[in-house]
C-alpha cells in the first residue's frame, strides 16, 4: 500500500514551477579592482533552493570565476557567512524563497577585509577567539591519577551550553557597530566565548580570561546594540554574554 | 589604571551627577520662582551658602570625570594607534584637571566674596 503522504511530496514537486531571480553579486579583487562593482545574474530557484545553491549554480554556468567559501552546506562549518540583502547571514541556511525579494544581493561580510569577491578574511576573528584561552584551565585533569569524570548537573551546563554552539562564523563581528569603527576592539565571538568558559564550573581560569577582556579595547567598548545576538545563525546570544560577563567584572556576579 | 575600574568610576560619577543635579534643579524651583533664581544676588547667595557650593564642586568634579571619560572613549573608538590612544588618554586628563581647577576657582571666589 502506498503511503499517502509520499504520494502528496511526489506530485507537489512536479507541480512546482521553477522562478527566477535576479542575484546581484558583488565582485572584487583587491589585486587589481579599485572598487566593488556589482554583477547581475539571472537564476532559475526552487522553493528549497538556497542562496549557495544559487551562487553555486551561477559560478558552475554563468561565471567560474566568482569566488565563494563553503564546506558543510547545513550551518555546521560557518564558512559561508556573507551579506544577503543587506543582513549578515549563512548562505547555505538563507532559502532564496523566504527573502520575499526579486533582487537577491550578496555582498563580502562587513568588517572583515575582502579576499575576493564573497570571501573575507576571518583571520583576526581566530586570533581574538584563541586570545580567550577556548579550553578548559585547571591543574587536574580527567586523566590524572585520583581523578575521576568532571560531572555537571544538566542546570550548570545550561549556564554555557547555549555559547558552545559557536560554529565561528563570524556573522557577529559583521553586523556589530562597535567593529565598524574600533579595529582593536575584541568583538562579540571572542567575548562570547569569554563567558563560555567562565561560565563553565570545571574552568578555573576566570580571572585570567576576565584580565585578557579588561582592556580599553575589550568588553567596555560594547554599546549593547544586540545585532550580534540577531543574526547568530545558532541562536546565541553574545549580547546577553557580554553583559554576563561585565557582571563578573563588576562583582555582579560571582 | 584597569578598564573595569576607570568604568565604575564612569557609571558611579553618572549616577552621582544625576541625583545632585536634581537635587540644585529641585532647589531652584522650590525655593523661589526659576526667573528669580537666576537674579545676580541669588547666584552670588547661593555660593555664599557653603553646603550648596560643596554641592557645586561636587557636580563639577562628577561632570567633569565623567564627561571627559566619556570623550576618551569616544576618541578611542574613532581612531586606534599606541601614540594616538597615549594623547587622547593623557589629553583628556590634563582637559579634565583644567577644567576643574577652572570651576573650584570661580567656586572659591566668589563663596569668598571675591566677585
Known amino acids: 500500500m502506498t503511503d499517502p503522504q509520499i504520494v502528496e511530496e511526489q506530485s507537489s514537486a512536479e507541480s512546482s514551477s521553477s522562478k527566477t531571480v535576479t542575484l546581484r553579486m558583488a565582485k572584487f579583487n583587491p589585486e587589481h579592482d579599485s572598487g566593488t562593482q556589482f554583477v547581475n545574474f539571472q537564476v532559475s530557484y526552487e522553493r528549497w533552493t538556497t542562496v549557495l545553491d544559487a551562487i553555486l549554480d551561477v559560478k558552475k554556468h554563468l561565471d567560474h570565476s566568482v569566488a565563494v567559501r563553503y564546506s558543510c552546506r547545513q550551518a555546521s562549518c560557518g564558512s559561508c557567512g556573507m551579506k544577503i540583502n543587506g543582513r549578515p547571514r549563512l548562505a547555505c541556511f538563507t532559502k532564496i524563497s523566504e527573502l520575499n525579494s526579486d533582487v537577491i544581493t550578496v555582498e563580502p561580510m562587513n568588517n572583515y577585509p575582502i579576499v575576493r569577491d564573497l570571501v573575507v578574511d576571518l583571520e583576526r576573528m581566530f586570533d581574538t577567539h584563541k586570545e580567550m584561552k577556548p579550553f578548559i584551565i585547571r591543574e587536574d585533569s580527567e586523566i590524572t591519577t585520583n581523578t575521576k569524570e568532571f560531572l555537571q548537573t544538566p542546570e550548570q551546563v545550561e549556564e554555557y551550553i547555549q555559547f558552545a554552539n559557536c560554529i565561528k562564523c563570524g556573522l557577529c563581528n559583521s553586523a556589530c557597530p562597535t567593529m565598524a569603527t574600533d579595529s582593536s576592539f575584541l568583538g562579540p565571538q571572542a567575548l562570547t566565548q569569554a563567558y563560555r568558559y567562565v561560565a563553565d564550573n570545571r574552568d578555573k581560569g576566570k580571572n585570567e580570561r576576565l584580565k585578557i577582556i579588561d582592556d580599553s579595547h575589550g568588553i567596555w567598548r560594547c554599546h549593547f546594540a544586540g545585532s550580534c545576538s540577531q543574526v547568530c545563525p545558532k541562536g546565541v546570544d553574545p549580547a546577553m554574554g557580554i553583559q554576563m560577563l561585565r557582571g563578573h567584572l563588576l562583582g555582579f556576579k560571582k | ?115
Not at chain 2, 576607570?6 to 531652584?28: E, S
Not at chain 2, 561632570?63 to 601614540?83: A, D, T, W
Open chain 2, 1 to 115: 589604571m584597569r578598564e573595569s575600574i576607570i568604568m565604575k568610576i564612569h557609571y558611579g560619577t553618572a549616577l552621582g551627577a544625576v541625583v545632585l543635579v536634581a537635587v540644585h534643579i529641585l532647589y531652584r524651583i522650590t525655593m523661589m520662582s526659576f526667573g528669580d533664581s537666576l537674579e545676580y544676588e541669588n547666584v552670588v547667595a547661593n555660593y555664599k551658602f557653603v553646603p550648596y557650593a560643596i554641592m557645586l564642586e561636587l557636580i563639577l568634579v562628577l561632570l567633569s570625570v565623567h564627561g571627559f571619560n566619556g570623550l576618551r572613549v569616544i576618541l578611542l573608538e574613532l581612531k586606534q594607534g599606541k601614540s594616538y590612544e597615549k594623547v587622547v588618554t593623557y589629553g583628556c586628563l590634563a582637559s579634565m584637571a583644567i577644567l576643574i581647577a577652572y570651576g573650584s576657582r570661580t567656586i572659591l571666589m566668589t563663596s569668598m566674596g571675591m566677585t
